[in-house]
């Protein structure tokens, strides 16, 4: 089953960040789309972690950075090329879609750093207590690994961008948005680890 998991976590680290070339305004708060989805990266890396050891998950992770950077550079080539002489979207896909190097350099940063952390700290974790305390290293290794990831993209994508007040409340609101989710998606993720680990003929 690792190769399921794998494929939907580089499915939605993709997708999440094409979502996060919006803004989003919700009354005094600030978020990019890719919080909507982007989480879920975090949950699937959980089970990754838990299930599969670091070794795997960190190929999984690794595998996520390199089609990122596949995308991006396929993303720019189309821009390039010339469009149909009937094609009148060329602005709103270059908008959308276009390359900007410091994005593509935060969003890879954060990632890298942010999952590799958060599988690290899963791993170590569990090698000290053993399978007891799952709600704690998830939990526990959302709350660094989402730390990273949101602080260096936030500052790395933001920074003479926007004011600090605006980076702030992008950081602040991104990072707790996502924790929460991974708070309120605990018993599914127990659930899935649980499953899992019944099912998968290599988990010892």
Not at 7 to 23: E, M, W, Y
Not at 35 to 48: R, S
Not at 120 to 147: A, H, Q
């Amino acid at each position: 089953m690792f190769d399921i998991f794998a494929v939907c976590f580089v499915a939605f680290l993709l997708l999440s960040n094409i979502g996060a070339t919006k803004l989003i305004e919700a009354g005094p708060l600030i978020f990019d789309g890719g919080a909507i989805l982007f989480p879920l990266t975090y949950v699937i890396g959980d089970v990754l972690s838990e299930v599969y050891g670091f070794r795997l998950a960190r190929r999984a992770i690794v595998m996520g950075f390199v089609l990122s950077i596949v995308a991006s550079v396929v993303f720019w080539l189309i821009i390039l090329a010339p469009p149909a002489a009937d094609y009148q979207d060329q602005q709103a896909f270059q908008t959308v879609l276009g390359v900007v190097p410091r994005f593509v350099i935060a969003s890879l940063a954060g990632y890298l750093v942010g999952q590799l952390l958060n599988s690290w700290v899963l791993v170590r974790i569990k090698e000290r207590w053993g399978e007891n305390n799952l709600w704690f290293r998830l939990i526990g290794s959302t709350v660094v690994g989402e730390f990273a990831d949101t602080a260096i993209f936030c500052v790395i994508a933001w920074i003479d961008v926007m004011n600090w007040g605006v980076i702030l409340n992008l950081m602040f609101v991104g990072y707790i948005y996502k924790v929460g989710v991974e708070v309120v998606l605990l018993p599914v993720t127990y659930t899935v680890v649980g499953w899992v680990k019944r099912h998968e003929v290599t988990y010892h």
